[in-house]
C-alpha cells in the first residue's frame, strides 16, 4: 500500500515519466540544464582553468577533502543480452562462472582485509544464475563485514528489490550505457536489456524498493559525448526532484577493450573528461561524482580535485579474481551454449572479466596517493545502526 502511495504521489506531482522529458530535450530545457550545457561548449585552456578552481571549491565546500573508497564485487558473468560492447555479451566465446555463496564469501573476506566497507555487487543479467533470491543471500551474507553493500545488475521490479534492500543493500547503480535511442538499438541487439525504457525507469523503481543511493551513468564512446552528458544531467535532474530523500551518484567511464573487440565509434579526451566533471560539480553541487579504475592512476590522481568523490580501487571485473574462487567450475559458452573449457595442464585460469581496467594499484596504493594529495580516504561513511531508534 505504502508503494501504491508513493506512486500516486509522484504520478500527481511529475505527471512526465523521464522518457517523456528525454524525448523532448532537444526542444525543452530547463534553465539548469541550458547552463549545464553551456558549461560544456568549447573553452580555452584560461577558461577550463577558471571551471577547475570553481568546482574544486565547491567540492570542498560540500564534501571537504575526503574521498570515498569502495570495490566491485563480481558474483556472475552470465549473461543473456547481446551487447556489443560488453566483454560479457552472450555469444562471447569466453570463460564463465557464478560464484556459490560461499565463494562470495571468500572475496568479501578479502576486500574486508584490504580495509573496504564499502562494496559493489555486479553481476551479467541472467535469471538462471543471479535472481532476487541469490542476490538476497549474497547481500545477507556479506553484510556483518560492510556497512554500504550496493548492487549493479539487471533491473528487476520494485516488488524484486524490496527483499534486496530489507536483507541490508542500500545502493542501485545502473547504468543507461547510451541515451540515444538510435545507437541503443543498434548496440543490445538481443535479451531484455533491448527494452530502453524498462532500464531508463530502474532508478524510480529501486528508490520505490528503498534504496537510499541511486548510481546512474553512461558509457562514453558509444555517441557524441557532449550529447550523452546533457542527457545524462537531464536524468540527474529528474531523479533529484522524483527521488529527493536518496544520494544520487554519477559515473562517467570511458570504455575500455573488452572481449568482442569493440571499437568505440566516438572518442572523448582526458582533457574533455576533465570539462564533464568540472560542469557536473558546478551544475550539481552536492551530487556525488564516480570514477572508476578504467582510467589510469596518474589521470585519477589529477581528476580527483576536479569534482570526484567517489573511487574504486584495486579493482577486478571477473568473479573471483581476487582470491581465484570458481576457478574450479568454469565453463566456456559459443553463441550462449555452454562447451568443454580447454585448458593447458598447470594454466592458472580465471573468468573472463567484463574489461580492461587501467589503474591496478592496490587499495592501499590508492589511499597512500589520495593522502599525498590532501584527502582524507574515506572506507565507511554509513551504518545501518544509525537508522535505529
Not at 508503494?3 to 524525448?23: E, G, H
Not at 571485473?317 to 551454449?337: F, I, K, M, N, S
Amino acid at each position: 500500500m505504502l508503494l501504491i502511495a508513493k506512486r500516486a504521489v509522484r504520478a500527481k506531482l511529475f505527471p512526465m515519466s523521464f522518457a517523456q522529458v528525454l524525448d523532448n530535450l532537444p526542444l525543452q530545457k530547463s534553465q539548469l540544464l541550458q547552463r549545464f550545457d553551456a558549461l560544456l561548449s568549447s573553452k580555452s585552456d584560461l577558461e577550463l582553468e577558471e571551471l577547475a578552481q570553481q568546482a574544486h571549491g565547491l567540492t570542498l565546500k560540500n564534501f571537504g577533502h575526503t574521498m570515498r573508497l569502495f570495490a566491485p564485487l563480481y558474483l556472475s558473468n552470465e549473461c543473456i543480452n547481446n551487447c556489443r560492447y560488453c566483454g560479457f555479451s552472450r555469444d562471447n566465446p569466453i570463460l564463465r562462472v557464478t560464484l556459490s555463496l560461499e565463494q562470495v564469501e571468500a572475496e568479501g573476506r578479502h576486500l574486508a582485509k584490504e580495509g573496504f566497507r564499502n562494496v559493489l555487487l555486479v553481476a551479467g543479467e541472467h535469471p538462471k544464475f543471479v535472481g532476487q533470491t541469490y542476490l538476497e543471500d549474497c547481500v545477507r551474507a556479506l553484510a556483518p563485514d560492510f556497512s554500504s553493500i550496493s548492487i549493479e545488475v539487471g533491473p528487476m521490479e520494485t516488488a524484486e528489490y524490496a527483499p534486496i534492500v530489507r536483507a541490508g543493500a542500500e545502493g542501485l547503480v545502473v547504468y543507461q550505457e547510451t541515451y540515444d535511442r538510435g545507437t541503443y538499438a543498434d548496440l543490445h541487439t538481443a535479451g531484455p536489456k533491448r527494452d530502453f525504457n524498462w532500464r531508463l525507469d530502474c532508478a524510480l523503481r529501486g528508490y520505490d524498493a528503498g534504496f537510499r543511493r541511486l548510481g546512474i551513468g553512461a558509457l562514453f564512446g558509444l555517441y557524441r559525448w557532449q550529447e550523452e552528458a546533457l542527457s545524462l544531467a537531464a536524468h540527474v535532474e529528474y531523479l533529484l526532484k522524483h527521488c529527493w530523500q536518496a544520494q544520487v551518484t554519477v559515473s562517467l567511464p570511458r570504455l575500455r577493450p573488452a572481449a568482442g573487440e569493440f571499437h568505440p565509434p566516438f572518442s572523448m579526451t582526458d582533457r574533455e573528461l576533465a570539462q564533464l566533471i568540472c560542469a557536473f560539480r558546478i551544475a550539481f553541487p552536492e551530487v556525488g561524482i564516480v570514477l572508476s579504475t578504467r582510467e589510469r592512476a596518474a589521470l585519477r590522481d589529477a581528476l580527483a580535485p576536479l569534482g570526484v568523490t567517489m573511487m574504486s580501487a584495486g579493482s577486478h571485473t571477473e568473479p573471483g579474481g581476487y582470491t581465484g574462487q570458481g576457478a574450479d567450475d568454469l565453463h566456456r559458452t559459443v553463441r550462449g551454449r555452454i562447451v568443454a573449457p580447454e585448458f593447458e595442464n598447470g594454466e592458472d585460469v580465471l573468468a573472463t572479466g567484463q574489461f580492461e581496467i587501467s589503474d591496478d594499484r592496490s587499495p592501499a596504493d590508492v589511499a597512500a596517493a589520495l593522502r599525498r594529495s590532501g584527502f582524507e580516504p574515506v572506507w565507511k561513511d554509513w551504518d545501518a545502526g544509525l537508522l535505529v531508534k
